[in-house]
């Protein structure tokens, strides 16, 4: 049985500000809790209908068996997986001003975000610096999406426009009206700041950049609407990372 | 007000069978909504909380007003938009076996093949394939997520095997394990194609591919996770386009 307070705390970390208050955030189903219960991450608490034993290094989990009516009471999805686990928020490392860093202006859908940090991890960006207006890596949509890769890549909030202005680095930015991303002979290592789903890069962050860079569109130009913005960071991580 | 037997009708559009049998889709959101109605689909019931009038070419719009509580009844999203649209299913042309074809084998999620179709737009491909295992294009979450490119885009349902061994076509597939795609010289135009999210190009389809490709990882090689197939199409499409 869940007492009423533990339930309390658990669907209180929905919100940012509890997430933050406590330092704790919620994942759930086997397949991220085993990624992450395989990183540095700290577990606080497992909830499970189906006992975990050992984690993949052979530790003891101290787990907690629940009813599957008592996930159904404690789960933020629809339809509850068969755990949920609650980890610490790790405290973010200092932000290595070396190699490619990709910095987000505002971005605000978690699934984006989730998808762009699993890119990170594909294309070796150790560094992901957000703005505060940027959606909360925590939000469980975002854990989930991210599919374990929330654990190896250094993500910070900043104050965005501070930060940019605190950088000798190139700083790149993906605009409509760029320069041809494919014409570029070389791209040095720096910043790569991608905007705001509706908005794109925001006007006192775009004052800062040194470089705008956009990716040729082939089909109708009246009609066709802007990439998305995790596919967009696709193709220019790539067009970084091929060149080297 | 709303008869029961529109109402039916509508959420029976939820399933891909009823939508076949009627031939029929819903689209909600004034902003997609708009997109189809200056698109070459037919508009057959257009149920709106406020007027639309008149449409983007300045014609009268035969709409239905409904009070916010009969939207709520016929919507299929948690928080419903002002307007709620059934669009006939277009009959898809014949497949132009020419240009880059773009071909998925069993993509199931419906928020993956609405980001494909919108990558299609923006990367001119004209002709989107689809095994019969491919979730339905008409599924209202694809259609949202192709922010009104599915207007533009020619999409054929088929058995893909058969397809495939029709053409004396290139074939490509995306695998982990291919050519390095950076370092191909030349891509010539021909199919290009995307495998399931959990388990890749399948078998029978793999037999049939000329070409494998893959994307290379720069991140930790034990660790990282597959690139989303939205992501990695999107890299491809962009590597066949670059090279023009």
Redesign the interface.
């Given at each position: 049985m869940l007492s009423k307070s533990q339930i309390k705390l658990i669907t209180s970390l929905k919100q940012k500000k509890y997430r933050q208050q406590h330092g704790l955030f919620v994942v759930e189903g086997i397949k991220t809790i085993t990624e992450l219960l395989q990183s540095s991450f700290n577990l606080q608490k497992l909830y499970t209908t189906k006992s975990f034993k050992i984690d993949a290094n052979n530790n003891k989990i101290d787990e907690i068996l629940i009813s599957d009516s008592d996930l159904k009471r404690i789960s933020f999805l629809a339809n509850p997986n068969t755990a949920l686990a609650i980890f610490e928020i790790p405290k973010p490392k200092k932000i290595e001003k070396s190699g490619l860093i990709l910095a987000l202006d505002a971005i605000r859908d978690p699934?984006n975000l989730g998808?762009i940090i699993?890119?990170?991890?594909?294309?070796?960006?150790k560094n992901l610096v957000c703005s505060n207006q940027t959606v909360d890596c925590y939000n469980p949509k975002v854990v989930q999406a991210t599919?374990?890769?929330i654990t190896?890549i250094n993500i910070n909030y900043v104050n965005l426009e501070n930060f940019l202005k605190s950088t000798n680095l190139p700083i790149y930015g993906a605009f409509m009206d760029g320069t041809n991303v494919?014409q570029k002979q070389a791209l040095a290592d720096g910043i790569l700041v991608m905007g705001n789903e509706a908005n794109g890069i925001s006007e006192p962050i775009e004052a800062l950049i040194t470089e705008k860079l956009s990716?040729?569109?082939?089909?109708?130009l009246q009609?066709?609407?802007s990439?998305?913005v995790?596919?967009?960071t696709?193709?220019l991580l790539?067009?970084f990372?091929?060149r080297n």
């Open positions: 699934g998808t699993r890119l990170c991890d594909w294309f070796g960006i599919m374990g890769s190896r494919y990716i040729p569109r082939f089909g109708d009609a066709t609407e990439l998305n995790a596919t967009a696709a193709i790539s067009e990372r091929r």
